[in-house]
């Protein structure tokens, strides 16, 4: 086949007329080191901190260390395929996640792409994981209540919208149980759920996401994962991931609880980065900005001015402690940062005590004004009474003649530590709570069985609500107590027709 000349002048013509001048600037660095999800790179001489960095194969990092010689990075995702010699260049963004509604009832990875097998997520929203809490003038005092539907909570160590609430307890006491019954609780509570998994295996995060689905909780939840399997650097970045997409909708005048399970394993994720890219060890070789590590994660929770919408974060961080030491590192930094702990024990578990809450140590420093008007009235003398009974418990131990005032009080002690057990997955109404509550503190159990207060609960509760329901109506609607008559005579008449299994 003949090449005509004019075809080529004509096509050469065509391709000079259609020349466009594209000048392409990259900062572009060398990998000098790589491993254990660290990787570190010359000739990045203008990288940002917390800057995010693509290398040739497509893996992106984040810059951490800025120093005289290299950049220290560290790489959120598959490291192995990173090789000393290849480039890596800068991208002038720093480390951001999509938000919006379309994570709810999904579960993604700290870089917000899903791993539920559900698809692509459409979102066009980015927020930046790192970003400034809110300023105290945009703030207000927390004055509206979570109900968690867990008595021993809601009465004794209330949380508010806004609050930070510690759960700090050994492994295996419960705390995620608690965690995953607050949040079913919020069905139907104008509340949008955080779940953040630090650490867990995976099989346990599916269990708990299985858990929520069969509640119906996945409808207002968004499941943030960073498994066991995960790099350093994605558990690391796990809980501000969560924040981030919680701050979206805080902003849009939205009320968020959001849970960090748990916060001693990013502790030591970002204790092995930072050994990793050779800062100087602090105490138990962690680094010296751990403390900033869980505060300026933790101080982006709030509850905002009217003027900014007044939305809220409400978080509820964990800390696994060791043999119940809560003087440790993390756990006392963590304490001090938040707004209360609530503490669980292993003896208490042991003996069937569940939830597990040890309400002398535990305390909410927000306190009544996370409270209505009614739990407050019937819960007031309640941490009194089981601080005096536990001091009594321990003190009869010795001896058996009692008078009959420390018999009613070791009494009244041991129906109070069973009407506040609860079953798992089975959070209770506010209102009933406050009946149950109002029947204890005023006599009407002190004549039962300890045996039998788990079945009078239960028919209580459907007797008032099948004869008076204007009781569950009124605590709804008023937040405050009914007439105090109207209570007595519905428990009481409810009593005489109960009739005790024990007996």
């Known amino acids: 086949m003949g090449i005509n000349a004019e075809e080529i002048s004509a096509l050469l013509k065509q391709q000079i007329a259609n020349y466009e001048e594209k000048l392409s600037v990259e900062e572009v660095g060398i990998v000098t080191y790589v491993g254990d999800g660290i990787a570190r790179a010359h000739g990045l001489e203008n990288a940002m ?18 120093e005289a010689n290299d950049v220290g990075i560290m790489i959120l995702g598959d490291f192995d395929k990173i090789r000393e010699g290849d480039t890596v260049k800068r991208t002038g963004r720093i480390m951001e996640v999509p938000v919006g509604e379309a994570l709810i009832g999904r579960v993604v990875n700290p870089l917000g792409l899903p791993v539920d097998g559900l698809g692509e997520i459409n979102t066009d929203k980015k927020r930046p994981v790192e970003s400034p809490a809110t300023g105290v003038m945009d703030r207000k005092s927390v004055f509206e209540p979570v109900q968690t539907g867990i008595k021993a909570i809601d009465a004794l160590v209330p949380i508010g919208r806004g609050q930070r609430e510690l759960i700090i307890g050994d492994r295996k006491t419960g705390k995620t149980s608690l965690a995953i019954d607050a949040i079913i609780n919020q069905k139907g509570q104008d509340m949008i759920c955080i779940y953040v998994a630090i650490g867990q295996k995976e099989s ?41 997409m919680g701050e979206e909708f805080m902003f849009n005048g939205k009320h968020v609880l959001i849970v ?61 402690t060791q043999a119940g030491d809560v003087s440790a590192y993390i756990a006392t930094n963590v304490i001090s940062i938040t707004d209360g702990q609530i503490f669980l024990t292993t003896d208490s578990f042991n003996a069937g005590i569940r939830p597990a809450i040890d309400a002398g140590t535990s305390v909410s420093r927000v306190g009544g004004d996370a409270q209505i008007k009614a739990m407050k009235k019937v819960s007031g003398t309640l941490r009194l009474d089981l601080a005096s009974f536990k001091e009594l418990e321990a003190f009869t131990q010795f001896g058996s003649d009692l008078d009959s005032a420390t018999q009613f009080k070791l009494n009244r002690g041991k129906l109070t530590v069973e009407v506040l057990k609860q079953k798992l997955h089975a959070p209770l109404a506010v209102e009933k709570q406050v009946v149950i509550l109002f029947a204890l503190g005023h006599g009407f159990l002190d004549e039962l ?53 024990t007996k």
């Open 49 to 66: 901190s917390g800057e995010l960095l693509e290398f040739s194969n497509g893996t992106v990092g984040m810059a951490q260390n800025l």
């Open 449 to 501: 069985d300890v045996a039998d207060v788990a079945d009078f609960e239960a028919g209580l509760f459907d007797y008032v609500e099948n004869n008076y329901p204007e009781i569950y109506k009124h605590i709804v609607e008023t937040k405050d107590l009914p007439d105090a008559t109207l209570l007595e005579t519905a428990i009481g008449k409810f009593k005489e027709t109960f009739t005790p299994t």
């Open 260 to 320: 960090y399970d748990d916060l001693s394993k990013q502790a030591v994720a970002y204790r092995e980065l930072s050994l990793l890219l050779k800062r100087p060890p602090g105490r138990e070789a962690y680094p010296g900005d751990v403390f900033y590590l869980h505060s300026r994660l933790l101080e982006r929770a709030a509850k905002l001015s009217d003027a900014l919408g007044g939305g809220s974060i409400t978080a509820l961080p964990f800390i696994e």
């Open 204 to 244: 346990t995060v599916r269990t708990q996401v299985e858990t929520l689905r069969r509640y119906g909780a996945m409808d207002y939840t968004i499941v943030v994962t960073a498994s066991a399997s995960q790099p350093a650097p994605l558990l690391f970045l796990a809980p501000y991931a969560g924040v981030a």
